[in-house]
């Protein structure tokens, strides 16, 4: 009997806490860290009398998110409290975003690298809540619980049903390029591994064109690796329970990092399980198209965007422009370097090989280094000229990036310009073969790598400065080639 083909299906759940100053319905430091149970107030923690106020930014950076992608923005958004008790929810319920009842932001998409060229990624809703406390399990066994992140604002992205994504792969890419689009935007730092960032996927698997198949979500994924592992993990773990004759059951999971592993934590809960209702102490978020579109111009070139932009308008390769926009700074950079009328490829060439190589060894952030664009600028523009040679572009690059020197400085005052005078290459050519016979004997019998020891020969007499292309075809005219 033959073996069952399964199509995995995924959807995607990601919660993106948002870069702003205070919680969402409070005054208390939303911040990573700090002393455990320190920034909390009555009303993160839910105290009887406190009363939530909106935090605008919040809604703000949620609004201008789903405009990013393309969601439709309801005029009209109300709160709920979703109703489920754990150690880690000190109010017992989150104050959230039902999704019937008009989320933030709905029926958008979000486009991803492919394959193919480009995927379409459809998205189900963009919401707005409060996250929750976090659980802390001590080495004496006992487990406790810091409420300092309960309260913050927390964004969640839902990607739609049936869900357009099928594969580990396609699901770390949408991870990765959402990720991208939130830090461009300024709403979120997505460090998963300090969770400010945070993805679940829902995965299941079916025969092909058959009906959606029994879900399992997925938690305490820490990292791209960890989802697209996790992925996998029970794709094949679901197929192996029904070759085996097994039911599936709707479960949240945990994820092993170490054992790269699931196990189950809980019988997934269903919505009516929360008991949904509308957040007494808090009025409906109505806007208006004035307000709407003054956010919508904020919005910057987002990383898809500039990435197609560098390969249709500049020629670059995709690697090429999906390497540059990998982070704000760096894409800005090279715009501005782009813009100085300097060759978009050699540009490329250099920040993601010596310049990002001399950052790295020195441990040196982008903002805090003494290159700007304007000394890649200069150094393109000499090598283009043929002022300077390629080994020697390297030289001056390196001392310009610890001295913060234009590189026409150092070329002009350690005399480095580079020889393209034909008579002064021509004798240093004669010179070269006078001295060397037995090499001309050797290369005359049919030894042609004997050329290159000549090429250095003169590139030694010329300490490094001759124009290669000229000491090559001289080379040929002298030896008779």
């Not at 948002?18 to 107030?41: D, I, Q, Y």
């Not at 930014?57 to 709160?79: D, K, P, Y």
């Not at 394959?115 to 189900?124: A, N």
Request: hydrophobic fraction near 40%.
């Amino acid at each position: 009997m033959a073996e069952v083909q399964y199509v995995t299906s995924v959807g995607m759940e990601v919660h993106a806490e948002l870069l702003t100053k205070t919680k969402m319905f409070c005054r208390c430091v939303a911040e990573f860290g700090g002393e455990v149970n320190t920034r909390v107030c009555p009303t993160c923690l839910g105290l009887p009398g406190a009363m939530p106020v909106i935090n605008s930014q919040a809604v703000e950076h949620v609004i201008r998110t789903a405009l990013a992608m393309n969601c439709t923005i309801a005029m009209t958004s109300v709160f709920h409290r979703k109703n489920y008790f754990y150690p880690d929810l000190p109010k017992g319920f989150q104050i959230s975003q039902y999704e019937e009842t008009n989320p933030i932001g709905y029926k958008g998409w979000l486009d991803i690298p492919s394959e193919e060229g480009t995927k379409r990624v459809h998205l189900r809703r963009v919401h707005l809540e409060e996250d929750t406390g976090k659980l802390m399990h001590l080495p004496s066994g006992r487990s406790g619980v810091d409420c300092n992140r309960a309260g913050v604002p927390l964004m969640e992205i839902v990607t739609d049903y049936p869900p357009d994504i099928h594969t580990a792969s396609e699901a770390r890419e949408y991870l990765h390029q959402l990720r991208l689009l939130l830090i461009y935007l300024g709403v979120c730092d997505g460090k998963m591994e300090q969770g400010s960032m945070r993805c679940e996927p829902n995965i299941s698997i079916a025969e092909a064109d058959a009906p959606l198949g029994i879900k399992t979500e997925l938690k305490n994924l820490g990292s791209f690796k960890a989802v697209a592992l996790g992925i996998e993990h029970e794709s094949a773990r679901m197929a192996a329970s029904l070759a085996g004759g097994a039911t599936l059951k709707q479960e949240t999971r945990g994820w092993n990092e170490a054992t790269e592993s699931s196990f189950l934590m809980r019988i997934k809960e269903h919505e009516s399980d929360y008991r949904y209702f509308s957040e007494p102490d808090l009025p409906p978020m109505v806007f208006d198209e004035e307000y709407i579109d003054s956010l919508r111009k904020t919005i910057p070139e987002l990383p898809m965007a500039k990435r197609t932009r560098y390969m249709a308008e500049l020629g670059l390769s995709a690697y090429d422009a999906g390497v540059l926009v990998q982070e704000p700074n760096w894409a800005a950079f090279f715009d501005d370097a782009a813009t100085q009328r300097a060759d978009p490829k050699a540009l490329c060439n250099w920040m993601n090989g010596d310049f990002a190589r001399l950052l790295n060894e020195a441990k040196t952030p982008l903002e805090e280094s003494h290159i700007k664009p304007v000394h890649l600028v200069d150094l393109v523009g000499m090598i283009a000229a043929d002022a300077i040679s390629g080994k020697t572009a390297k030289e001056v690059f390196e001392e310009a990036f610890k001295t913060g020197e234009m590189p026409s400085a150092i070329v002009e005052k350690k005399g480095l310009s580079q020889i393209s005078d034909s008579a002064a290459i021509h004798e240093a050519v004669r010179a070269a073969i006078a001295e060397n016979p037995d090499a001309v004997a050797r290369f005359r019998e049919g030894k042609g790598n004997v050329k290159g020891f000549f090429v250095g020969q003169v590139m030694k007499k010329t300490q490094g400065r001759a124009n290669a292309d000229l000491v090559n075809s001289i080379l040929e005219q002298e030896l008779g080639e």
